[in-house]
């Protein structure tokens, strides 16, 4: 429940989304990738000492409503925190926040690049 608060309360910080609490909720509003890319280009330009690979990438969220675009939302998202310094063993699946299978692994992910925020110097 802490860490749901805590992933809550760092979106509606860096993008102003009001996420509902509840992992059902949270599936439902970020399936669609937007808002993870949102949250990744936010961290990208926040931060002074981004890492090189993860400042060249090109980061707007696909908006077509076809699955697989949705799907390759998450999947910028997780190379974006994979480039940023997140271990690969830290992060979620595609599948984890598109079909609800793992939203514990999706918190514990998005804390993980929170983690590496602080240690690059994140102004946010």
Not at 12 to 25: D, Q, S, T, V, Y
Not at 71 to 83: G, H, S
Request: aromatic content about 8%; hydrophobic content about 35%; some cysteine.
């Amino acid at each position: 429940a802490e860490t749901e608060r805590e992933v809550i309360g760092w979106f509606k910080a860096l993008i102003g989304l009001e996420l509902k609490p509840g992992m059902r909720e949270m599936e439902k509003q970020l399936r669609n990738g937007q808002d993870l890319v949102r949250l990744a280009k936010a961290v990208q330009v926040g931060t002074a000492n981004c890492p090189p690979k993860a400042k060249k990438m090109s980061l707007k969220p696909n908006t077509m409503s076809a699955p697989f675009k949705q799907m390759e939302n998450i999947t910028v998202f997780l190379n974006f925190c994979e480039n940023y310094g997140v271990p690969k063993t830290g992060l979620f699946q595609t599948v984890d926040i598109y079909e609800g299978r793992n939203m514990a692994q999706f918190l514990s992910g998005i804390c993980m690049l929170g983690t590496e925020c602080q240690r690059h110097g994140f102004n946010g």
